[in-house]
Every structure is written in structure tokens, then in C-alpha cells.
């Protein structure tokens, strides 16, 4: 019976016998399908299967080399040049040797993540970077489906490259008013998170039990429901949030002679869920087709009014991306990159970038030669070296998050759960008791300093004393003379 897989997080720990990896016992040994096991583990298995999707592990495992990327990251000695008794041409051997180094190089950024690490260690990676770069570090390069598997992560992983630098070269402030203009210039609206979720379910009241209504019925219907509770509701923008429904293909509509035509809601879409889904992925697609690249986090907050559904988000940009997604991104990032006249000399990444928009992303695609192998993880190194460069030298992107009320103010599940965060530094929870404590006493002093400042231009505050209390408080001992 297979075993649960580990979460990505845990790719230090042996996911049988959950022990750290280390050099001499539990030395990591990736597998052609991608998972990582320890020696130990891997001479009890009774039989000779991946214990977590049952591949049959057809190489002796004796020949298969240690995963020398995972090994750097627990403190273990890397060799040099590691002989593989597979690999029989000196030419092959020159590759293979590359392009292992490339993906030790690139386990560098993960070195945040180790469990237990200290909590100022922080990460210039993103998660979904972070995540992509785990499934690389995992793939078994002496075999052929590891190497399959390697090419599609790097390909991958340059594809995100490509939208974090996207991301970097948008402005923050304009993304929601251009993302809602080019809703707009569609024919469709989107009226708030709340407001929103209110009209389709009234939509879905309408139309779950497959009834056929004209347009026209549909909108007054839902208007006539919203106003108690949204008097700002019309006919007009209610319409618009039908036609976007009816961009994603949601209804059925059936043509009548001199009469309007008749709109049933299709059986797939008669449950919140699915309905819900099938109108982000609209407005995601909208803004694609805009040139705009949200993140999963942006994409929660805009839609939702929380950051609660980052992961639905991401699984919709997911199945929105195309093979010729990778092959437009890296064309808008060229536009972007003209608009800001590129300081950084980022189109020099662009030979490197096309390169990993060519690979074939498809399971079935034929095994990279190893000269293909070696070009592909020099150009994801180079490229995700050029987004690291980037971000630390010319990015210009970064709100501090300390000013934010809640920052620091609760602890971190990670931290509390797992002795470690992936997060590090960058992240807004606290990882001890004497941070939480020492952020507590900066949001209290923050916030009578506020109250201090609007004492003294009020006449009425200042006449009753509230500066002293203030200005005394032993927490903030403010100097009032400056």
C-alpha cells in the first residue's frame, strides 16, 4: 500500500524513517521518480518500488549516486566529482558533472528552509519558487525519467522567474484600477468581495434547479435580492457581473423568435464552488489577456478580501498556463524591460529564457540528451541567479511589512510545530517569545505616540492633561522637547 508523500517543506528528512539526512548512515538517495529516500531506508524496502507511488526502482540501488545538493544542506562533505558507474563516456561524465553543480548551486537558496535554522536566515526566493526549486533538487539525473523530470522542473522554475520579474516591474498601486478597467472594457464588472459573492449566489438561487430565465428576469431578480443589503446595487452593473458569467460559458442560452433568449445555468456550474471558480478563472484570464501578472496573495486580497485562498488562486494560474504561456511572458517582460530603459541588464537573460520555453513540458516528451541537460540547468541557474541579483540590487518593491498593526503579534505555527520556518526573516510572525514580546511593546509605544501627536493639535486633549499620561507611560518615554 503506498505511503502518504511528505510535505515539500520536509525535503531534509527521510520521509519513512523522518531523520534528517546526513552523511554517513542516512546518506539522500533521489529515486527516478522524484522522491528522495535515505540508504538505510531505501536496503529495507521489501520490495524494490518507490514506497510512495510504487515505480519500480529498476537500477541497482548500490549505483545510484547520493544526492550530493541535499547533502550540502545538512553539513555534509561534498565530493568533487562524483564517479557514477552508469554514466560510461567521458563526454556524458563532463555534463552530468555540470549540470549536478548547477543544481547544487541553486540548493543554496533553500538553505533558509532547514529545519531548525536560525530565524534571521532569510530566503530571496519566494515559495512558489522555493517549491518549484525542491521538485529540481529531487530529480534523480543519472536516470532517464529523472532527467525528464529535471528539464520540466527547470523549465518551470524559469517560467515563475519570468512572473516574479513581471511582478517586480509592475506598480503595486495601479495593478487593482488596471486589472478592474480591463474587466470593464469587456463588457463585465466586479463590485467587491462581498457584494460579488452575494450576487452569484443569488444567481446560483435563480438557476440551481436548472430553470430557464432571460437576462433581463435574471438581472431584476438579483437586484430586487441585493438592494437591503447593497442600496448602490443596479440593473447596469448587475448586468455586467451576468456577462462575465457568460464570457466563462457558464450558461446554456437558447434562441427565441422576437422574444430575448433564454439563459440556464449549465449542470456543472450549479454549486457555489464550481460556479466561484469558473468566475475567477475568467477575471484571471481577463487580466492575462491584459498583460497583468497578479500574485496568488494579490489575487486573494482582490477577490476575496482575504489571504485565505491563495492556494485556489494559484491552482486557476496553474491550469491556465499553456506551453506558449512561458513563450508571451517572457515578450511582456521584454515590453516591460524597454519601459524601464532594464538597469539591471535583465534582457541578458532572455537566450537563457527562450531556451527553457522550448523544452517540452509534456510527460511523454523524449529524454533530453545530457548536452541538453547541462544547457537547460546552466540557463534555470542563470536566470534565477538574475532574479536573486535583481531583487537584492535594484528592486524597488518591498512595503515595509513592520508597519503593518498585526506584525509580529502572534507566533509562527512553523516555528511552534516544526522548530524551523521556511520563511525566515521575511516572516510577519513572531519565532520567540521575547520577539513577540519586543514587537508587543513597539505596537504599544507606535500607537500612544499617534494618540501624543493628535493630543497636541487638538486644544480640547491638550487642555486636559492626555500629554502628560501619555509622555509618562513607561513604555514610551517620549522626548517632548524635540
Not at 529516500?37 to 531505501?42: A, G, I
Not at 555540470?98 to 535554522?117: F, I, M, N, T
Not at 511523454?364 to 547541462?374: I, Y
Amino acid at each position: 500500500m503506498p505511503v502518504q508523500a511528505p510535505q515539500w517543506t520536509e525535503f531534509l528528512l527521510c520521509p519513512i524513517c523522518t531523520q534528517t539526512f546526513e552523511e554517513t548512515v542516512r546518506r539522500p538517495i533521489s529515486l527516478g521518480c522524484g522522491h528522495t529516500v535515505c540508504k538505510m531506508c531505501l536496503n529495507k524496502l521489501h520490495r524494490k518500488a518507490c514506497p510512495f507511488d510504487q515505480t519500480a526502482i529498476s537500477t541497482d540501488i548500490e549505483q545510484l549516486p547520493v544526492n550530493t545538493a541535499l547533502l550540502q544542506l545538512v553539513g555534509g562533505q561534498v565530493p568533487k566529482a562524483q564517479p557514477v558507474a552508469l554514466i560510461t563516456s567521458p563526454e556524458d561524465s563532463q555534463h552530468y558533472e555540470e549540470a549536478r553543480q548547477c543544481v547544487e548551486e541553486l540548493a543554496l537558496y533553500l538553505k533558509p528552509l532547514s529545519v531548525g535554522l536560525s530565524s534571521t536566515a532569510q530566503s530571496m526566493l519566494s515559495r512558489p519558487m522555493q517549491r518549484k526549486l525542491v521538485t529540481l533538487v529531487h530529480c534523480q539525473l543519472v536516470e532517464e525519467e529523472g532527467r525528464v523530470r529535471a528539464m520540466r522542473a527547470a523549465r518551470s522554475l524559469g517560467e515563475r522567474t519570468v512572473t516574479e520579474l513581471i511582478l517586480q516591474h509592475q506598480n503595486p498601486q495601479q495593478l487593482s484600477s488596471n486589472l478592474w478597467a480591463a474587466v470593464r472594457a469587456r463588457g463585465c464588472q466586479f463590485l467587491g468581495p462581498a457584494m460579488q459573492e452575494e450576487a452569484l449566489k443569488l444567481v446560483l438561487l435563480a438557476l440551481e434547479d436548472g430553470s430557464a430565465l432571460s437576462r433581463k428576469v435574471l438581472v431584476l431578480f438579483v437586484v430586487q435580492r441585493l438592494e437591503p443589503r447593497f442600496p448602490q446595487a443596479s440593473k447596469t452593473s448587475i448586468g455586467h457581473v451576468v456577462q462575465l458569467l457568460y464570457r466563462a460559458s457558464c450558461f446554456k442560452v437558447t434562441k427565441r423568435d422576437e422574444d430575448s433568449s433564454l439563459m440556464q445555468l449549465k449542470e456543472e456550474f450549479r454549486t457555489y464552488e464550481a460556479l466561484r471558480r469558473e468566475h475567477d478563472s475568467q477575471i484571471v484570464q481577463i487580466a492575462m489577456e491584459g498583460g497583468l501578472r497578479i500574485a496568488p496573495d494579490q489575487w486573494s486580497s482582490l477577490l476575496y478580501g482575504d489571504q485565505s485562498h491563495k492556494s485556489h488562486m494559484q491552482s486557476i494560474i496553474d491550469k491556465l498556463q499553456t506551453p506558449a504561456s512561458f513563450a508571451q511572458s517572457v515578450q511582456e517582460l521584454t515590453i516591460a524591460l524597454q519601459r524601464t530603459g532594464d538597469p539591471a541588464n535583465l534582457n541578458r537573460l532572455r537566450p537563457h529564457l527562450e531556451l527553457l520555453a522550448n523544452i517540452d513540458p509534456s510527460p511523454d516528451a523524449p529524454p533530453p540528451t545530457w548536452e541538453q541537460l547541462e544547457k537547460g540547468l546552466v540557463a534555470v541557474k542563470t536566470v534565477v541567479h538574475g532574479l536573486v541579483d535583481f531583487i537584492q540590487n535594484h528592486s524597488k518593491k518591498g512595503a515595509d511589512p513592520q508597519q503593518h498593526s498585526k506584525y509580529k503579534t502572534y507566533m509562527c505555527r512553523d516555528m511552534k510545530q516544526k522548530g524551523g520556518c521556511p520563511r525566515g526573516a521575511s516572516c510577519t510572525f513572531a519565532h520567540s517569545q521575547e520577539e513577540l514580546e519586543k514587537c508587543a511593546r513597539q505596537h504599544i509605544k507606535l500607537h500612544l505616540y499617534c494618540f501624543f501627536l493628535s493630543s497636541l493639535k487638538s486644544p480640547t486633549l491638550k487642555a486636559s492633561g492626555i500629554e502628560t499620561v501619555v509622555t509618562s507611560h513607561p513604555i514610551v518615554k517620549l522626548d517632548t522637547q524635540g
